[in-house]
């Protein structure tokens, strides 16, 4: 089965990032807006079960983690994504490694460029159109977050939650 790892912002974010996804994003109705800290992953029930547990000991000795988005970006010429920067900071990038190491031992697919996509599989012209009106917005928000998500593949294609992990408490069995 397919899993994956990811920090769904607050609300009021996932509103904001919504009101772009709704006619930008292919991904819209398969998964909610979030900031992936790991990729997809392939892995079978014995393995998950080890990896939740590993996730939980992860999440206790992680402090909340904060949320500064400051601005449209894009992949461009990578891709014709267009998101939500997420500023990077020691919680966050530090969560990432360890999520690439040890049990989870794998070099990442990509840089971590923490970011809540918006926009994607846009022709070029109407990327090009799109993505220079977003880029003259002004995007200030600043929140923290106190947990994140081990997620799985349907059949479907969309996404769902198998596991919450509330970070900077008591590891929990």
């Known amino acids: ?68 988005v400051t601005k449209f970006s894009s992949f461009y010429p990578t891709s014709n994504i267009i998101y939500l920067k997420v500023e990077p900071n020691d919680v966050l990038e530090r969560l990432h490694e360890q999520l690439h190491s040890g049990l989870f031992a794998g070099k990442p697919e990509f840089v971590f460029v923490p970011h809540i996509t918006i926009g994607r599989d846009l022709p070029g012209a109407e ?11 002004d995007v200030h928000f600043e929140e923290t977050v106190d947990r994140f998500h081990l997620l799985y593949q349907l059949e479907n294609g969309s996404w769902t939650v198998y596991e919450t992990f509330i970070v900077g408490g008591k590891e929990t069995v």
């Open 1 to 68: 089965m397919k899993y994956g790892i990811v920090i769904f912002p607050p609300k009021r974010i996932q509103d904001f990032a919504n009101s772009y996804r709704k006619r930008y994003d292919s991904h819209y109705a398969l998964i909610p807006p979030h900031i992936t800290l790991k990729y997809p992953f392939e892995a079978d029930e014995e393995q998950i079960k080890k990896m939740a547990k590993e996730l939980r000991r992860i999440a206790a000795e992680t402090p909340p983690i904060p949320i500064k």
């Open 127 to 137: 990327y090009a159109d799109v993505y220079s009106q977003l880029k003259l917005q």
